[in-house]
Protein backbone atom coordinates (compact mmCIF):
# COMPACT_ATOMS: atom_id res chain seq x y z
CA UNK A 1 0.00 0.00 0.00
CA UNK A 2 1.02 3.54 -1.12
CA UNK A 3 2.02 5.95 2.11
CA UNK A 4 -0.83 8.91 2.43
CA UNK A 5 2.30 11.25 2.98
CA UNK A 6 5.98 10.31 2.17
CA UNK A 7 9.14 12.61 3.06
CA UNK A 8 12.61 11.29 1.89
CA UNK A 9 15.86 13.42 2.56
CA UNK A 10 14.53 16.98 3.37
CA UNK A 11 17.13 19.34 3.81
CA UNK A 12 16.81 23.12 4.89
CA UNK A 13 19.04 25.27 6.18
CA UNK A 14 18.76 29.44 7.20
CA UNK A 15 22.22 30.50 6.50
CA UNK A 16 24.60 28.79 8.73
CA UNK A 17 21.07 26.98 10.97
CA UNK A 18 20.21 23.54 9.68
CA UNK A 19 16.14 23.79 10.25
CA UNK A 20 15.79 20.40 8.54
CA UNK A 21 18.50 17.83 8.30
CA UNK A 22 17.83 14.31 6.11
CA UNK A 23 14.49 14.51 7.41
CA UNK A 24 12.42 10.88 5.75
CA UNK A 25 9.12 9.21 7.42
CA UNK A 26 6.07 7.84 6.07
CA UNK A 27 2.82 8.53 6.97
CA UNK A 28 0.14 5.46 6.33
CA UNK A 29 -3.20 5.97 5.41
CA UNK A 30 -5.64 7.50 8.26
CA UNK A 31 -2.22 7.44 10.67
CA UNK A 32 -2.69 9.90 13.84
CA UNK A 33 0.97 11.26 14.08
CA UNK A 34 2.31 13.22 16.45
CA UNK A 35 4.67 15.33 15.91
CA UNK A 36 6.86 16.53 18.79
CA UNK A 37 10.38 17.96 19.87
CA UNK A 38 11.32 21.44 21.59
CA UNK A 39 10.90 24.68 20.35
CA UNK A 40 12.25 26.05 17.79
CA UNK A 41 13.45 21.89 16.38
CA UNK A 42 11.97 23.01 13.38
CA UNK A 43 8.34 21.44 13.48
CA UNK A 44 6.68 24.43 11.72
CA UNK A 45 9.46 24.53 9.37
CA UNK A 46 9.00 20.79 8.46
CA UNK A 47 5.56 21.75 7.81
CA UNK A 48 5.93 24.69 5.81
CA UNK A 49 8.60 22.88 3.93
CA UNK A 50 5.33 19.99 3.10
CA UNK A 51 3.18 22.13 2.14
CA UNK A 52 5.83 24.37 -0.23
CA UNK A 53 5.38 27.63 1.43
CA UNK A 54 9.60 27.02 2.03
CA UNK A 55 11.27 25.59 -0.97
CA UNK A 56 13.74 22.10 0.67
CA UNK A 57 17.47 22.51 -0.48
CA UNK A 58 16.63 19.05 -0.79
CA UNK A 59 14.79 16.25 -0.75
CA UNK A 60 11.33 15.07 -2.21
CA UNK A 61 7.40 14.81 -1.04
CA UNK A 62 4.94 11.84 -2.69
CA UNK A 63 1.71 12.71 -1.77
CA UNK A 64 -0.55 9.47 -2.30
CA UNK A 65 1.93 7.78 -4.64
CA UNK A 66 2.37 11.18 -6.57
CA UNK A 67 5.60 13.13 -6.64
CA UNK A 68 4.57 16.90 -5.19
CA UNK A 69 8.19 17.98 -4.60
CA UNK A 70 7.77 20.75 -7.22
CA UNK A 71 4.37 21.68 -7.07
CA UNK A 72 3.55 25.25 -5.93
CA UNK A 73 1.54 25.56 -2.57
CA UNK A 74 -1.82 25.90 -3.80
CA UNK A 75 -1.65 23.23 -6.05
CA UNK A 76 -0.42 20.67 -3.07
CA UNK A 77 -3.77 21.76 -1.24
CA UNK A 78 -6.11 20.65 -4.16
CA UNK A 79 -4.26 17.53 -4.57
CA UNK A 80 -5.39 16.80 -1.23
CA UNK A 81 -2.63 18.41 1.00
CA UNK A 82 -4.20 20.61 4.06
CA UNK A 83 -2.64 22.66 6.88
CA UNK A 84 -3.80 24.83 9.52
CA UNK A 85 -1.58 27.47 11.33
CA UNK A 86 0.50 28.04 14.93
CA UNK A 87 -0.85 31.08 14.86
CA UNK A 88 -4.34 32.05 13.79
CA UNK A 89 -3.73 33.04 10.08
CA UNK A 90 -7.66 34.00 9.14
CA UNK A 91 -9.51 36.24 7.17
CA UNK A 92 -10.60 39.06 10.05
CA UNK A 93 -13.51 40.62 8.20
CA UNK A 94 -15.28 37.64 6.86
CA UNK A 95 -17.40 36.28 8.88
CA UNK A 96 -16.65 31.90 9.17
CA UNK A 97 -19.54 31.45 7.27
CA UNK A 98 -18.33 33.49 4.13
CA UNK A 99 -14.69 32.03 4.77
CA UNK A 100 -15.38 28.60 4.54
CA UNK A 101 -17.54 28.92 2.12
CA UNK A 102 -14.87 30.48 0.01
CA UNK A 103 -12.74 27.22 0.98
CA UNK A 104 -15.14 24.95 -0.44
CA UNK A 105 -15.87 26.93 -3.50
CA UNK A 106 -12.19 27.22 -4.14
CA UNK A 107 -12.04 23.07 -4.23
CA UNK A 108 -15.25 23.13 -6.25
CA UNK A 109 -13.36 25.86 -8.57
CA UNK A 110 -16.55 28.29 -8.71
CA UNK A 111 -14.50 30.96 -7.43
CA UNK A 112 -13.63 32.62 -11.13
CA UNK A 113 -17.72 33.28 -11.32
CA UNK A 114 -17.71 36.68 -11.37
CA UNK A 115 -21.81 37.19 -12.53
CA UNK A 116 -23.36 35.06 -10.53
CA UNK A 117 -24.48 35.06 -6.86
CA UNK A 118 -22.80 33.72 -4.09
CA UNK A 119 -25.86 32.62 -1.95
CA UNK A 120 -26.72 31.06 -5.02
CA UNK A 121 -23.99 28.53 -4.59
CA UNK A 122 -26.41 26.59 -2.08
CA UNK A 123 -24.30 23.01 -2.19
CA UNK A 124 -21.42 24.93 -1.04
CA UNK A 125 -23.29 27.33 1.36
CA UNK A 126 -24.65 24.09 3.07
CA UNK A 127 -21.44 22.00 3.17
CA UNK A 128 -19.92 25.40 4.29
CA UNK A 129 -22.53 25.21 7.29
CA UNK A 130 -22.17 21.39 8.10
CA UNK A 131 -18.39 21.79 8.69
CA UNK A 132 -18.92 24.97 10.68
CA UNK A 133 -21.49 23.04 13.13
CA UNK A 134 -19.54 19.52 13.39
CA UNK A 135 -16.75 21.94 14.50
CA UNK A 136 -19.54 23.71 17.42
CA UNK A 137 -19.06 26.99 15.50
CA UNK A 138 -22.80 27.04 13.89
CA UNK A 139 -23.92 29.87 16.74
CA UNK A 140 -21.20 32.08 15.83
CA UNK A 141 -20.50 31.69 12.08
CA UNK A 142 -22.56 34.47 11.06
CA UNK A 143 -20.52 37.35 12.55
CA UNK A 144 -17.00 38.64 11.73
CA UNK A 145 -13.83 36.23 12.16
CA UNK A 146 -12.13 39.02 14.26
CA UNK A 147 -15.09 39.15 17.00
CA UNK A 148 -15.15 35.48 17.49
CA UNK A 149 -12.97 34.15 21.04
CA UNK A 150 -9.96 32.79 20.58
CA UNK A 151 -10.69 28.88 21.34
CA UNK A 152 -13.55 29.70 18.32
CA UNK A 153 -10.78 31.22 15.67
CA UNK A 154 -8.65 28.14 16.58
CA UNK A 155 -11.39 25.67 15.69
CA UNK A 156 -12.57 28.04 12.24
CA UNK A 157 -8.87 27.46 11.63
CA UNK A 158 -9.80 23.34 11.33
CA UNK A 159 -12.81 24.16 9.39
CA UNK A 160 -11.15 26.68 6.68
CA UNK A 161 -8.42 22.67 6.49
CA UNK A 162 -11.24 20.51 6.41
CA UNK A 163 -13.30 22.64 3.90
CA UNK A 164 -10.61 21.92 1.24
CA UNK A 165 -10.96 17.96 1.60
CA UNK A 166 -8.12 17.17 2.67
CA UNK A 167 -6.43 13.59 2.61
CA UNK A 168 -3.80 14.45 4.55
CA UNK A 169 -3.95 17.30 7.10
CA UNK A 170 -1.44 18.75 9.01
CA UNK A 171 -1.87 20.64 12.59
CA UNK A 172 0.27 23.08 13.64
CA UNK A 173 -0.68 22.91 17.64
CA UNK A 174 -4.07 23.44 17.12
CA UNK A 175 -4.63 24.13 21.05
CA UNK A 176 -1.75 26.77 20.96
CA UNK A 177 -2.80 29.21 23.29
CA UNK A 178 -6.09 27.10 24.63
CA UNK A 179 -6.60 26.69 28.05
CA UNK A 180 -5.66 23.34 29.14
CA UNK A 181 -8.86 23.01 30.21
CA UNK A 182 -10.16 22.99 26.70
CA UNK A 183 -7.45 21.87 24.99
CA UNK A 184 -9.17 18.26 25.56
CA UNK A 185 -12.01 19.00 24.06
CA UNK A 186 -10.66 20.35 21.19
CA UNK A 187 -8.52 17.48 20.31
CA UNK A 188 -12.01 15.28 20.94
CA UNK A 189 -13.08 17.27 17.89
CA UNK A 190 -10.01 16.51 16.12
CA UNK A 191 -10.14 12.66 16.95
CA UNK A 192 -13.62 12.56 15.66
CA UNK A 193 -12.61 13.47 12.23
CA UNK A 194 -13.15 10.91 9.26
CA UNK A 195 -10.82 7.59 9.56
CA UNK A 196 -9.83 8.30 6.10
CA UNK A 197 -7.70 11.51 6.96
CA UNK A 198 -4.44 10.80 7.38
CA UNK A 199 -3.36 13.39 10.67
CA UNK A 200 0.39 15.07 11.47
CA UNK A 201 -0.23 17.03 14.25
CA UNK A 202 2.11 19.02 16.44
CA UNK A 203 1.94 19.83 20.18
CA UNK A 204 3.52 19.83 23.38
CA UNK A 205 1.25 18.80 25.53
CA UNK A 206 2.46 15.01 26.55
CA UNK A 207 -0.92 13.85 28.08
CA UNK A 208 -3.00 14.87 25.10
CA UNK A 209 -0.19 13.27 22.53
CA UNK A 210 -0.34 9.96 24.73
CA UNK A 211 -4.10 10.18 24.24
CA UNK A 212 -4.79 10.60 20.41
CA UNK A 213 -1.28 9.92 18.56
CA UNK A 214 -0.89 6.32 17.13
CA UNK A 215 2.74 7.17 16.05
CA UNK A 216 5.03 10.05 17.48
CA UNK A 217 7.82 11.85 15.92
CA UNK A 218 10.30 13.27 17.61
CA UNK A 219 11.98 16.19 16.44
CA UNK A 220 15.37 18.06 17.69
CA UNK A 221 17.38 20.37 15.96
CA UNK A 222 16.30 20.12 12.44
CA UNK A 223 16.33 16.25 13.39
CA UNK A 224 13.85 13.44 13.34
CA UNK A 225 15.50 11.86 16.41
CA UNK A 226 13.53 8.86 16.21
CA UNK A 227 10.06 7.58 15.69
CA UNK A 228 7.46 5.12 17.28
CA UNK A 229 4.48 3.99 18.91
CA UNK A 230 3.52 5.93 22.03
CA UNK A 231 4.97 3.45 24.51
CA UNK A 232 8.19 3.06 22.57
CA UNK A 233 8.61 6.96 22.63
CA UNK A 234 7.71 7.00 26.56
CA UNK A 235 10.21 4.43 27.19
CA UNK A 236 12.71 5.66 25.36
CA UNK A 237 15.95 7.37 27.34
CA UNK A 238 17.04 9.28 25.06
CA UNK A 239 13.75 11.67 24.67
CA UNK A 240 13.13 11.71 28.38
CA UNK A 241 16.63 13.76 28.02
CA UNK A 242 15.93 15.86 25.36
CA UNK A 243 12.56 16.37 25.33
CA UNK A 244 10.75 15.34 28.48
CA UNK A 245 13.52 16.40 30.59
CA UNK A 246 13.74 19.92 29.86
CA UNK A 247 10.22 21.34 27.69
CA UNK A 248 8.05 18.72 28.33
CA UNK A 249 6.84 20.22 31.26
CA UNK A 250 7.56 23.52 31.27
CA UNK B 1 -26.40 42.26 21.24
CA UNK B 2 -27.82 39.42 19.23
CA UNK B 3 -30.92 37.93 20.60
CA UNK B 4 -31.00 34.34 21.23
CA UNK B 5 -35.24 34.36 21.05
CA UNK B 6 -35.38 34.78 17.23
CA UNK B 7 -33.68 31.81 15.32
CA UNK B 8 -30.67 32.56 13.27
CA UNK B 9 -31.59 33.22 9.52
CA UNK B 10 -30.93 29.42 7.09
CA UNK B 11 -26.81 30.01 6.13
CA UNK B 12 -27.54 30.54 2.34
CA UNK B 13 -30.54 33.43 2.92
CA UNK B 14 -27.82 35.19 5.50
CA UNK B 15 -25.63 35.56 2.84
CA UNK B 16 -28.26 36.62 0.37
CA UNK B 17 -29.43 39.40 2.82
CA UNK B 18 -26.01 40.55 2.54
CA UNK B 19 -26.02 41.45 -1.25
CA UNK B 20 -29.95 42.89 -0.96
CA UNK B 21 -30.50 46.40 -2.48
CA UNK B 22 -31.25 48.80 0.56
CA UNK B 23 -33.57 51.80 0.37
CA UNK B 24 -30.51 53.80 0.76
CA UNK B 25 -28.98 52.95 -2.60
CA UNK B 26 -32.37 53.24 -4.08
CA UNK B 27 -32.01 56.81 -3.03
CA UNK B 28 -28.92 57.40 -3.92
CA UNK B 29 -29.52 56.58 -7.63
CA UNK B 30 -32.47 58.45 -7.98
CA UNK B 31 -30.91 61.38 -6.11
CA UNK B 32 -28.22 60.70 -8.96
CA UNK B 33 -30.92 62.42 -11.65
CA UNK B 34 -31.70 65.30 -9.74
CA UNK B 35 -29.21 67.66 -11.40
CA UNK B 36 -31.50 67.16 -14.42
CA UNK B 37 -34.28 68.53 -12.69
CA UNK B 38 -32.91 70.86 -10.09
CA UNK B 39 -29.27 72.20 -11.43
CA UNK B 40 -29.56 72.22 -15.49
CA UNK B 41 -26.53 74.43 -15.13
CA UNK B 42 -24.78 71.52 -13.86
CA UNK B 43 -25.29 69.42 -16.11
CA UNK B 44 -21.78 68.92 -17.44
CA UNK B 45 -20.39 69.03 -13.85
CA UNK B 46 -22.39 66.25 -12.96
CA UNK B 47 -21.43 63.99 -15.98
CA UNK B 48 -17.95 64.78 -14.97
CA UNK B 49 -18.41 63.61 -11.45
CA UNK B 50 -20.20 60.45 -13.03
CA UNK B 51 -17.09 59.24 -15.16
CA UNK B 52 -14.82 59.78 -12.37
CA UNK B 53 -16.47 58.14 -9.96
CA UNK B 54 -16.69 55.00 -12.25
CA UNK B 55 -13.47 55.66 -12.62
CA UNK B 56 -12.41 55.84 -9.30
CA UNK B 57 -15.07 52.37 -8.63
CA UNK B 58 -12.78 50.63 -10.69
CA UNK B 59 -9.58 51.44 -9.09
CA UNK B 60 -12.02 49.73 -6.17
CA UNK B 61 -12.35 46.64 -7.60
CA UNK B 62 -8.72 46.32 -7.24
CA UNK B 63 -7.81 48.38 -4.26
CA UNK B 64 -10.75 48.08 -2.18
CA UNK B 65 -11.77 44.27 -2.94
CA UNK B 66 -8.44 42.39 -3.75
CA UNK B 67 -5.81 44.51 -1.88
CA UNK B 68 -3.68 45.98 -4.84
CA UNK B 69 -2.72 49.40 -4.93
CA UNK B 70 -2.24 51.04 -7.79
CA UNK B 71 -0.74 54.25 -8.85
CA UNK B 72 -0.89 53.98 -12.44
CA UNK B 73 -4.61 53.76 -13.21
CA UNK B 74 -5.09 57.05 -14.92
CA UNK B 75 -3.07 54.65 -17.67
CA UNK B 76 -5.93 52.69 -18.46
CA UNK B 77 -8.41 55.81 -18.40
CA UNK B 78 -6.06 57.04 -20.78
CA UNK B 79 -5.92 54.41 -22.93
CA UNK B 80 -9.51 53.89 -23.11
CA UNK B 81 -10.02 57.81 -23.71
CA UNK B 82 -7.33 57.77 -26.43
CA UNK B 83 -8.70 54.34 -28.41
CA UNK B 84 -12.25 55.73 -28.53
CA UNK B 85 -11.06 59.25 -29.51
CA UNK B 86 -8.48 58.34 -32.25
CA UNK B 87 -11.78 55.38 -33.24
CA UNK B 88 -13.95 58.63 -33.89
CA UNK B 89 -11.13 60.71 -35.82
CA UNK B 90 -10.87 57.85 -37.88
CA UNK B 91 -14.43 57.70 -38.56
CA UNK B 92 -16.05 56.04 -36.33
CA UNK B 93 -18.16 57.91 -34.01
CA UNK B 94 -20.74 55.40 -32.88
CA UNK B 95 -21.21 56.37 -29.00
CA UNK B 96 -22.05 52.72 -27.62
CA UNK B 97 -19.37 50.66 -29.66
CA UNK B 98 -16.86 53.36 -28.75
CA UNK B 99 -17.31 52.42 -25.01
CA UNK B 100 -16.39 49.28 -26.04
CA UNK B 101 -13.59 49.97 -28.18
CA UNK B 102 -12.25 51.93 -25.57
CA UNK B 103 -12.25 49.22 -22.87
CA UNK B 104 -11.46 46.44 -25.05
CA UNK B 105 -8.13 48.35 -25.85
CA UNK B 106 -7.32 49.22 -22.29
CA UNK B 107 -8.60 45.89 -21.11
CA UNK B 108 -6.05 44.33 -23.39
CA UNK B 109 -3.11 46.29 -22.36
CA UNK B 110 -4.45 45.44 -18.53
CA UNK B 111 -3.75 42.37 -19.40
CA UNK B 112 -0.41 42.56 -20.01
CA UNK B 113 0.53 44.41 -17.71
CA UNK B 114 -1.67 42.04 -15.13
CA UNK B 115 1.01 39.09 -15.69
CA UNK B 116 3.77 41.99 -14.13
CA UNK B 117 1.15 43.30 -11.54
CA UNK B 118 0.34 39.92 -9.91
CA UNK B 119 3.90 38.74 -9.02
CA UNK B 120 3.79 41.90 -6.39
CA UNK B 121 3.18 43.95 -3.24
CA UNK B 122 3.52 46.74 -1.18
CA UNK B 123 5.57 49.26 -2.46
CA UNK B 124 7.20 47.47 -5.82
CA UNK B 125 3.44 47.18 -6.59
CA UNK B 126 2.96 51.09 -6.43
CA UNK B 127 6.14 51.58 -8.23
CA UNK B 128 5.48 49.30 -11.26
CA UNK B 129 1.82 50.62 -11.53
CA UNK B 130 3.43 54.32 -11.46
CA UNK B 131 6.04 53.21 -13.82
CA UNK B 132 3.44 51.97 -16.01
CA UNK B 133 1.91 55.33 -16.18
CA UNK B 134 4.86 57.23 -16.94
CA UNK B 135 5.71 54.81 -19.82
CA UNK B 136 1.82 55.22 -21.68
CA UNK B 137 1.59 58.66 -21.08
CA UNK B 138 5.18 59.19 -22.30
CA UNK B 139 4.60 57.17 -25.55
CA UNK B 140 1.12 58.91 -26.03
CA UNK B 141 3.35 62.24 -25.51
CA UNK B 142 5.48 60.28 -28.44
CA UNK B 143 3.46 59.71 -30.92
CA UNK B 144 1.86 62.92 -31.67
CA UNK B 145 1.03 62.37 -35.03
CA UNK B 146 -1.50 59.13 -33.34
CA UNK B 147 -2.89 61.34 -30.79
CA UNK B 148 -1.92 64.93 -31.14
CA UNK B 149 0.52 65.08 -28.39
CA UNK B 150 0.67 68.13 -25.82
CA UNK B 151 -2.07 69.60 -28.35
CA UNK B 152 -4.68 67.32 -27.90
CA UNK B 153 -6.37 64.85 -30.00
CA UNK B 154 -8.76 66.87 -32.23
CA UNK B 155 -11.47 66.06 -34.59
CA UNK B 156 -13.20 63.57 -32.45
CA UNK B 157 -16.92 63.56 -33.32
CA UNK B 158 -19.81 61.08 -31.51
CA UNK B 159 -22.37 60.53 -33.33
CA UNK B 160 -26.08 60.44 -32.69
CA UNK B 161 -26.71 57.80 -29.54
CA UNK B 162 -28.57 55.52 -31.08
CA UNK B 163 -28.51 56.91 -33.69
CA UNK B 164 -31.56 59.41 -32.57
CA UNK B 165 -30.70 61.41 -29.75
CA UNK B 166 -28.29 64.16 -30.57
CA UNK B 167 -25.55 64.98 -28.03
CA UNK B 168 -26.85 68.99 -27.28
CA UNK B 169 -24.84 71.76 -26.57
CA UNK B 170 -26.80 72.14 -22.87
CA UNK B 171 -25.19 68.44 -22.63
CA UNK B 172 -28.71 67.04 -21.73
CA UNK B 173 -28.10 63.95 -23.63
CA UNK B 174 -24.63 63.41 -22.36
CA UNK B 175 -25.85 63.40 -18.33
CA UNK B 176 -28.65 60.89 -19.52
CA UNK B 177 -26.18 58.94 -21.40
CA UNK B 178 -23.32 58.80 -18.98
CA UNK B 179 -25.74 58.35 -15.91
CA UNK B 180 -27.14 54.78 -17.99
CA UNK B 181 -23.87 53.77 -18.73
CA UNK B 182 -22.28 54.27 -15.21
CA UNK B 183 -25.12 52.51 -13.48
CA UNK B 184 -24.79 49.62 -15.47
CA UNK B 185 -21.04 49.31 -14.47
CA UNK B 186 -22.43 49.74 -11.13
CA UNK B 187 -24.47 46.79 -11.59
CA UNK B 188 -22.12 44.72 -13.10
CA UNK B 189 -19.41 45.88 -10.15
CA UNK B 190 -22.26 45.10 -7.72
CA UNK B 191 -23.15 41.83 -9.27
CA UNK B 192 -19.11 41.18 -8.98
CA UNK B 193 -18.81 42.37 -5.72
CA UNK B 194 -21.72 39.51 -4.59
CA UNK B 195 -20.35 36.63 -6.42
CA UNK B 196 -17.92 33.86 -5.34
CA UNK B 197 -14.81 35.54 -7.12
CA UNK B 198 -15.57 38.94 -5.32
CA UNK B 199 -15.58 36.98 -2.24
CA UNK B 200 -12.39 35.09 -3.52
CA UNK B 201 -10.90 38.87 -3.88
CA UNK B 202 -11.85 40.16 -0.36
CA UNK B 203 -9.85 36.65 0.60
CA UNK B 204 -7.18 37.52 -1.08
CA UNK B 205 -7.26 41.07 0.63
CA UNK B 206 -7.72 39.92 4.03
CA UNK B 207 -5.33 37.38 3.89
CA UNK B 208 -3.53 36.08 0.75
CA UNK B 209 -1.48 33.63 3.10
CA UNK B 210 -4.03 32.14 3.76
CA UNK B 211 -5.91 31.70 0.88
CA UNK B 212 -2.75 29.85 -1.16
CA UNK B 213 -3.23 27.43 2.17
CA UNK B 214 -7.56 27.23 0.90
CA UNK B 215 -5.96 26.40 -2.49
CA UNK B 216 -6.51 29.30 -4.07
CA UNK B 217 -5.19 31.02 -7.34
CA UNK B 218 -4.62 34.32 -6.08
CA UNK B 219 -2.68 35.32 -9.36
CA UNK B 220 -5.29 34.11 -11.64
CA UNK B 221 -8.09 35.90 -9.10
CA UNK B 222 -5.95 38.97 -9.46
CA UNK B 223 -5.15 39.01 -12.75
CA UNK B 224 -8.85 38.73 -14.09
CA UNK B 225 -9.50 41.87 -11.93
CA UNK B 226 -7.11 43.80 -12.90
CA UNK B 227 -8.26 43.37 -16.42
CA UNK B 228 -12.21 44.19 -15.49
CA UNK B 229 -10.89 47.27 -13.69
CA UNK B 230 -8.82 48.29 -16.40
CA UNK B 231 -11.84 48.02 -19.08
CA UNK B 232 -14.17 49.68 -16.70
CA UNK B 233 -11.26 52.53 -16.84
CA UNK B 234 -11.05 52.45 -19.98
CA UNK B 235 -14.76 52.88 -20.32
CA UNK B 236 -14.80 55.79 -18.14
CA UNK B 237 -12.27 57.57 -20.35
CA UNK B 238 -14.22 56.74 -23.80
CA UNK B 239 -17.56 58.14 -21.87
CA UNK B 240 -15.22 61.51 -21.37
CA UNK B 241 -13.87 61.42 -24.90
CA UNK B 242 -17.49 61.00 -26.20
CA UNK B 243 -18.73 63.55 -24.07
CA UNK B 244 -16.42 65.98 -24.38
CA UNK B 245 -14.96 65.50 -28.22
CA UNK B 246 -11.81 66.11 -27.34
CA UNK B 247 -8.71 63.91 -25.62
CA UNK B 248 -5.85 65.38 -23.83
CA UNK B 249 -2.76 63.57 -22.34
CA UNK B 250 -4.02 64.86 -18.70
CA UNK B 251 -6.53 62.20 -19.18
CA UNK B 252 -3.68 59.54 -18.13
CA UNK B 253 -1.06 61.90 -16.02
CA UNK B 254 -0.05 60.78 -12.79
CA UNK B 255 -2.12 63.42 -11.40
CA UNK B 256 -5.17 61.81 -12.64
CA UNK B 257 -4.11 58.54 -10.88
CA UNK B 258 -3.32 60.59 -7.78
CA UNK B 259 -6.56 62.18 -7.25
CA UNK B 260 -8.25 59.16 -7.93
CA UNK B 261 -7.14 57.31 -5.42
CA UNK B 262 -7.26 60.18 -3.00
CA UNK B 263 -11.20 60.04 -4.22
CA UNK B 264 -11.87 56.62 -3.45
CA UNK B 265 -9.84 57.00 -0.11
CA UNK B 266 -12.37 60.06 0.99
CA UNK B 267 -15.19 57.89 -0.41
CA UNK B 268 -14.27 54.68 1.22
CA UNK B 269 -11.98 51.56 0.10
CA UNK B 270 -14.17 48.81 -0.05
CA UNK B 271 -17.36 50.08 0.02
CA UNK B 272 -19.05 49.93 -3.27
CA UNK B 273 -20.23 53.42 -3.44
CA UNK B 274 -16.89 55.28 -2.15
CA UNK B 275 -15.66 56.11 -5.25
CA UNK B 276 -18.74 57.55 -6.71
CA UNK B 277 -19.63 59.69 -3.32
CA UNK B 278 -15.51 60.32 -2.98
CA UNK B 279 -15.68 61.51 -6.75
CA UNK B 280 -18.72 63.87 -5.71
CA UNK B 281 -17.10 65.69 -2.86
CA UNK B 282 -13.87 65.61 -4.56
CA UNK B 283 -15.01 67.38 -7.22
CA UNK B 284 -17.56 69.60 -6.03
CA UNK B 285 -15.57 71.04 -3.34
CA UNK B 286 -12.86 72.02 -6.32
CA UNK B 287 -15.64 73.51 -8.28
CA UNK B 288 -16.79 75.51 -5.16
CA UNK B 289 -13.16 76.12 -3.65
CA UNK B 290 -11.37 77.24 -6.67
CA UNK B 291 -14.31 79.94 -7.30
CA UNK B 292 -13.25 81.20 -4.05
CA UNK B 293 -9.40 80.55 -3.32
CA UNK B 294 -8.13 78.54 -6.75
CA UNK B 295 -4.66 78.25 -5.16
CA UNK B 296 -4.90 77.02 -2.34
CA UNK B 297 -8.08 74.51 -2.72
CA UNK B 298 -6.15 71.58 -2.42
CA UNK B 299 -4.73 72.92 1.43
CA UNK B 300 -8.75 72.01 1.97
CA UNK B 301 -8.32 68.18 0.16
CA UNK B 302 -5.81 67.89 2.03
CA UNK B 303 -6.90 68.81 5.51
CA UNK B 304 -10.18 66.84 4.40
CA UNK B 305 -8.00 63.64 3.71
CA UNK B 306 -6.29 63.77 7.08
CA UNK B 307 -9.51 64.24 8.76
CA UNK B 308 -11.13 61.38 6.93
CA UNK B 309 -8.39 58.67 7.13
CA UNK B 310 -7.79 59.58 11.09
CA UNK B 311 -11.07 59.32 11.70
CA UNK B 312 -13.11 57.66 9.06
CA UNK B 313 -11.38 54.37 8.86
CA UNK B 314 -13.86 53.49 6.16
CA UNK B 315 -13.93 56.51 4.34
CA UNK B 316 -17.35 58.69 4.83
CA UNK B 317 -19.22 55.95 3.00
CA UNK B 318 -17.98 53.57 5.75
CA UNK B 319 -18.78 56.42 8.37
CA UNK B 320 -22.55 56.95 6.87
CA UNK B 321 -22.94 52.93 7.08
CA UNK B 322 -21.83 53.01 10.27
CA UNK B 323 -24.11 56.16 11.47
CA UNK B 324 -27.22 54.52 9.48
CA UNK B 325 -26.47 51.35 11.83
CA UNK B 326 -26.51 53.26 15.15
CA UNK B 327 -30.15 55.38 14.33
CA UNK B 328 -31.46 51.93 13.28
CA UNK B 329 -30.66 50.36 16.30
CA UNK B 330 -31.92 53.44 18.21
CA UNK B 331 -35.00 53.70 16.18
CA UNK B 332 -36.19 50.23 16.97
N1 LIG C 1 12.29 32.40 7.98
C1 LIG C 1 13.26 32.05 8.86
N2 LIG C 1 14.50 32.57 8.75
C2 LIG C 1 15.47 32.21 9.61
N3 LIG C 1 15.31 31.35 10.62
C3 LIG C 1 14.09 30.81 10.80
C4 LIG C 1 13.00 31.13 9.93
N4 LIG C 1 11.91 30.44 10.33
C5 LIG C 1 12.31 29.75 11.40
N5 LIG C 1 13.61 29.94 11.69
C6 LIG C 1 14.37 29.30 12.75
O1 LIG C 1 14.29 27.92 12.50
C7 LIG C 1 14.21 27.22 13.71
C8 LIG C 1 13.02 26.32 13.69
O2 LIG C 1 11.83 27.11 13.78
P1 LIG C 1 10.38 26.47 13.81
O3 LIG C 1 9.41 27.59 13.85
O4 LIG C 1 10.25 25.50 12.73
O5 LIG C 1 10.38 25.73 15.21
P2 LIG C 1 9.21 24.93 15.93
O6 LIG C 1 9.70 23.57 16.18
O7 LIG C 1 7.95 25.07 15.20
O8 LIG C 1 9.14 25.70 17.32
P3 LIG C 1 7.87 26.05 18.24
O9 LIG C 1 7.61 24.87 19.09
O10 LIG C 1 8.34 27.21 19.05
O11 LIG C 1 6.75 26.41 17.34
C9 LIG C 1 14.19 28.24 14.83
O12 LIG C 1 15.49 28.35 15.34
C10 LIG C 1 13.79 29.51 14.12
O13 LIG C 1 14.35 30.61 14.76
MG1 LIG D 1 6.15 25.96 15.52
Request: net charge neutral.
Amino acid sequence: MTAALLAKGLDKRFGSLVVAGGISFELPVGERCALIGPNGAGKTTLINLLTGMLTPDAGEIVLNGEDISRAPPARRVRKGLARTFQINSLFPKLNPLEATTLAVCERRGETGDFLGRLAARRDAVDEAYDILKSLRLDGVCRRETRELAYGQQRLLEIALALATQPKVLLLDEPAAGVPKEDSGELFQVIDGLSRQLTLLFIEHDMDVVFRFASRILVMVGGRLLLEGTPAEIANDARVREVYLGSAGHG
Amino acid sequence: MSDASVPAKPPAEFLADGARWRWAEIAFWLAATLPYFVAQDYLQLAGQVLITGLFAMSLDLILGYAGVVSLGHAAFFGLGAYACGVASKWGWGEPITGLLIGGAFAGIVGYGASFIVSRFKGLALIMITLGLNQLVAEAANSAHGLTGGADGLQGVHTWDLLGYFHFDLYGVTAFWYILAVVFACFLLTRRMVHSPFGLALRGIRENSTRMVAIGAANRAHIRKAFVIAAFMAGVAGALLTETTETVSLETLSFQRSADVLVMLILGGVGQLYGGVVGAAIYMVARDRFSDVNPQYWYFWIGLLLIAVVVFLPNGIVGGLKKLGGYLGRAGR
